[in-house]
């Protein structure tokens, strides 16, 4: 069974740059394009990055993906509290379904 | 604005269904896909199933295959799941996908209600 695979946290203090991975298969990432989300405590999540890269209308450009292989990024720079939040990685799958990854909490120091 | 807006918090006995419900408004409900994914109490978005409200083709998660139904009409789409588990409890999140002039199966979710949360106990 394919599986999206985060780190579970990452960290930094404000003004800082994080970068958070996905790691995918050939049948997912390797082969189809990425979205990342971002979801606040107690809210839905939000749409950041489409297309392997492309920000949605209002997403500030703080926000940046790319891919590389059967592996995402998403970086975050000039890091804001507002930032502190989980972000899920998601890719269409061969097997017939979306699959997300297991999210990476992010906490501003 | 686009909006989804979801039906209230359900309280279900193991073994019954539950219909969530899903109006959408500013735009074209006909050419946009909707998607049904759910979230577990500290888990990650799980995706339960597609329909695109312009012909209402639907296709489904195997692992809900035979227990979960979605539906459309004019600007609501509707999610049955029965046979329910305590395993179901969760939020149930309605999303619009792609333009279904396109590739609307496998285009992202762009914009998410604001979930409806299914309790199942006895």
């Known amino acids: 069974q394919s599986v999206l695979t985060q780190p579970p946290s990452a960290s930094g203090t404000p003004g800082q740059r994080v970068t958070i991975s996905c790691s995918g298969s050939?049948?997912?990432?390797?082969?189809?394009?990425v979205s990342w989300y971002q979801q606040l405590p107690g809210m839905a999540p939000k749409l950041l990055i489409y297309?392997?890269?492309h920000r949605p209308s209002g997403v500030p450009d703080r926000f940046s993906g790319s891919k590389s292989g059967a592996s995402a990024s998403l970086a975050i720079s000039g890091l804001q509290s507002e930032d502190e939040a989980d972000y899920y990685c998601a890719s269409w799958d061969d097997s017939l379904t979306w699959l997300f990854g297991g999210g990476t909490k992010l906490t501003v120091l | 604005q686009v909006q989804l807006v979801q039906s209230r918090a359900e309280v279900k006995k193991p073994g019954a269904s539950v219909r969530v419900s899903c109006k959408a408004s500013g735009y074209t409900f006909s050419r946009y896909a909707i998607h049904w994914v759910r979230q577990a109490p500290g888990q990650r978005p799980e995706w339960m199933a597609w329909?695109?409200?312009?012909?209402?083709e639907t296709k489904y998660s195997r692992k809900f295959q035979g227990r979960v139904t979605v539906t459309t009409d004019t600007s609501f789409s509707y999610m049955e799941l029965s046979g329910l588990k305590s395993e179901d409890t969760a939020v149930y999140f309605c999303?619009?996908?792609?333009?279904?002039?396109?590739?609307?199966?496998?285009?992202?979710?762009?914009?998410w209600g604001q979930g409806t949360l299914v309790t199942v106990s006895s």
């Open positions: 329909i695109n409200p312009g012909n209402g």
């Open positions: 050939s049948s997912n990432i390797g082969s189809k394009t």
């Open positions: 999303t619009k996908g792609g333009d279904c002039g396109g590739d609307c199966l496998r285009d992202p979710f762009d914009m």
């Open positions: 297309g392997n890269h």
